[in-house]
């Protein structure tokens, strides 16, 4: 009997197309039920009572949570192609402390570099998210072991957690005018960018750059009364922290 | 485990993370040795060296190989030596066990920090965040003995180290866990019957002590 796979979520959210991206490489037909992050739907606070946000995976009427965890399940529960998570625990072990490090340390970067009220106080958030990307640069090296992706010949866990951000980075490249990832300071990272926005399970996850753009400028012009309703959402934190 | 096998775990005494640690190793019957480390004082060159990027503890280096981060170490630690196994066995049950792991490290040494470097009106609305996560947890257990069911599993490892920073909550806050959240006081006392939490738990007391100088340093005092 075919199961019944159902994504709660938001098309532009990057923790959203994270799923979508194990999905697809798992070749695993789902529903996708559009939440609107401004306004909670029963469905979603019934699925994710603790937390309340999206992405939520419905997996045979079972909800499961927090977008990682969700790509975990989906490498565990499907197991035809390849694996998301390295085979090697010690290589599953380095995957998921820079998945953390970019959550928790890195991409919050962004949200101070949107709220710096001096000059200097941006530069400096600036230097921090560039040096970022210099450990980041490091990791991939590393991981990599000279194949094309963090996870090797495949893309994996750890190209997921970074690569979802991508499209909301090339946004925010043409919003400010900077250019986060180039051929000279992050060589290995600007050629894996362009190898995981052209594979055949990404590219058609992340809307385009313009529309990006355009959700931004939206949301922009709403941004603190969003700040003020909803103080809990993810997402339209992430939007409001997008400068 | 065979003998060439070599375990060294960085650590630091009263780190309720080493001790979550010290849990799952034990769960395994795995023998290793432990470097002390002065986290206040000056860290080994082998701790910066292992953990360049957050120079903290726990870090296990199996054969010269170090793991950082406390949950990472034990997801680390089930895989390697995977009997008996930590996790569920089914994919539901993991993901199960992965939301609750993460919500207790996004949520619970916070929320207890919170209680003992503030004061008055802060240190009130504190203590109610921390009862408040309690009880959630207590809703995550159910009926059940474990988090992990029958058995004692990974989400108890993740969150019993953590419980020996309890007492020092408590005397701080002013309020006693076995009155807010009788349940998870109970749960507590269970783990505290098996050997391996038994044996590597910290006496409250001490970090009691331990908290009360935190606090002095921080200023709170």
Not at chain 1, 144 to 164: Q, R, T
Request: contains cysteine.
């Amino acid at each position: 009997m075919a199961s019944c796979v159902q994504l709660l979520g938001a098309s532009a959210s990057p923790f959203v197309n994270r799923v979508q991206m194990a999905l697809n490489l798992k070749s695993v037909e789902y529903e996708f039920i559009e939440e609107n992050p401004n306004d909670r739907s029963e469905r979603l606070l019934k699925a994710n009572p603790v937390i309340k946000k999206i992405p939520v995976l419905i997996h045979d009427g079972k909800p499961i949570c927090e977008s990682l965890i969700i790509v975990e399940y989906i490498d565990d529960a499907w197991n035809n192609g390849p694996s998301i998570l390295p085979s090697d625990p010690h290589d599953r072990a380095l995957a998921r402390f820079w998945a953390a490090y970019i959550d928790d340390k890195w991409f919050p970067l962004y949200k101070k570099l949107r709220e710096a009220s001096t000059e200097e106080g941006r530069k400096e958030i600036l230097d921090s998210i560039f040096e970022g990307l210099v450990l980041l640069e490091a990791a991939f090296v590393k991981c990599s072991k000279g194949k094309p992706f963090f996870g090797g010949d495949n893309v994996g866990y750890l190209d997921i957690a970074l690569g979802c951000y991508m499209g909301w980075m090339k946004a925010t490249e043409i919003l400010i005018g900077v250019k986060w990832l180039d051929e000279i300071n992050n060589p290995g990272l600007a050629e894996w960018a362009e190898r995981f926005y052209s594979h055949s399970a990404i590219k058609d996850v992340m809307p385009e750059t313009s529309k990006l753009v355009e959700i931004y400028k939206m949301y922009q012009a709403r941004r603190n009364q969003l700040l003020v309703d909803n103080p809990q959402d993810g997402f339209c934190c992430f939007l409001a922290c997008m400068f | 485990m065979p003998t060439n096998e070599e375990l060294l775990l960085l650590d630091l005494w009263v780190s309720p993370f080493s001790t979550r640690v010290k849990i799952a190793l034990a769960e395994k019957g795995l023998s290793y040795k432990t470097q002390e480390e002065d986290v206040l004082g000056g860290k080994s060159d082998l701790l910066l060296k292992s953990n360049p990027l957050y120079a903290k503890v726990p870090v296990l280096l199996h054969n010269g190989k170090p793991v950082v981060e406390s949950t990472n170490i034990v997801y680390y630690i089930d895989e390697t030596w995977p009997s008996p196994q930590l996790l569920p066995a089914c994919s539901y049950g993991k993901s199960t066990a992965r939301f609750w792991a993460d919500f207790i490290d996004k949520k619970v040494f916070d929320a207890g920090r919170n209680i003992w470097q503030s004061k008055g009106e802060e240190l009130e609305a504190a203590k109610n965040e921390f009862i408040d996560i309690l009880k959630k947890l207590e809703g995550a257990m159910g009926d059940k003995d474990y988090f992990g069911g029958d058995k004692f599993g990974f989400v108890d490892v993740i969150l019993i180290g953590l419980t020996t920073w309890f007492y020092a909550y408590e005397k701080y806050g002013g309020f006693k866990i076995e009155k807010e959240c009788p349940k998870f006081a109970a749960w507590v006392n269970r783990c505290k019957e098996r050997d391996s939490v038994a044996k590597n738990y910290i006496d409250p007391e001490r970090t009691h002590e331990f908290v009360g100088l935190l606090r002095k340093m921080h200023g709170v005092e």
